[in-house]
């Protein structure tokens, strides 16, 4: 039982480029999100899922996608990569609405 | 729209001293209530959470919480501190109609001095 698991561990972009950081959680979990981590911010939902084919936003989705095919799988989009975007991504998943949340390790992402 | 504050930024204590973490919410509703615990280059974890019924709620490694909706903290406490609890520790609070979207705090930087 892996848990949460997130690829890559590490990322360096160039502005403008595009990657797509994967999240896979092996838990049967309906929910999943994903959050950016700044400096003495906290954590900001970015997007978050309550079921294969259902999204929605977070507080600060603007310059990311996300999809949700499978109940495992919730990769985050990055479409035009900028310095804004550099952060820690974590992504966590529960059961339901109002539980514990499970996190993954995260991605750290420079935009250069 | 919900917010949580943590006022300490950073707070030093000495092993085997007690410790208490501050944590106030804004929510309309009665709140669902969390702390996580981050280490070094970690994910976060679970200490505790509060959904509803003893204000008193006891977590992993011996930390517990009080939720007062008087005074809309839910403050972390330890009676002893061990070295291995220096990390970082988010309050958050959990809003929208199931419950289901987390606001943190902007977190409190433990240090233990040995």
């Known amino acids: 039982n892996a848990g949460v698991t997130q690829t890559p561990k590490f990322r360096i972009l160039k502005i403008g480029q595009s990657m797509t950081l994967q999240c896979t959680q092996d838990m049967n979990h309906n929910y999943m999100y994903w959050y950016r981590q700044d400096p003495g911010m906290g954590l900001k939902l970015i997007y978050y899922?309550?079921?294969?084919?259902?999204?929605d936003k977070g507080e600060v989705p603007n310059g990311y996608n996300v999809s949700r095919s499978t109940t495992e799988d919730f990769p985050l989009r990055l479409e035009l990569a900028a310095p804004s975007q550099t952060s820690v991504y974590f992504c966590a998943s529960s059961y339901a609405g109002g539980g514990e949340q499970f996190f993954g390790p995260g991605t750290r992402l420079t935009v250069l | 729209a919900q917010s949580v504050t943590q006022p300490d930024i950073h707070i030093t204590v000495s092993e085997g001293a007690s410790l208490e973490l501050r944590c106030n919410y804004s929510?309309?509703?009665?709140?669902?209530l969390f702390w996580y615990v981050q280490s070094p280059g970690q994910g976060l974890q679970l200490l505790l959470k509060?959904?509803?019924?003893?204000?008193l709620v006891q977590g992993i490694k011996g930390f517990e919480a009080e939720f007062k909706r008087s005074q809309s903290s839910f403050n972390l406490r330890k009676p002893s501190v061990h070295w291995s609890d220096a990390a970082e520790y988010f309050c958050?609070?959990?809003?929208?109609?199931?419950?289901?979207?987390?606001?943190f705090g902007t977190g409190t930087r433990l240090a233990v001095r040995p």
């Open positions: 929510y309309g509703a009665t709140p669902y």
């Open positions: 899922s309550v079921g294969a084919g259902i999204t």
């Open positions: 509060y959904f509803s019924g003893d204000t």
């Open positions: 958050a609070v959990a809003a929208g109609s199931s419950g289901d979207k987390l606001t």
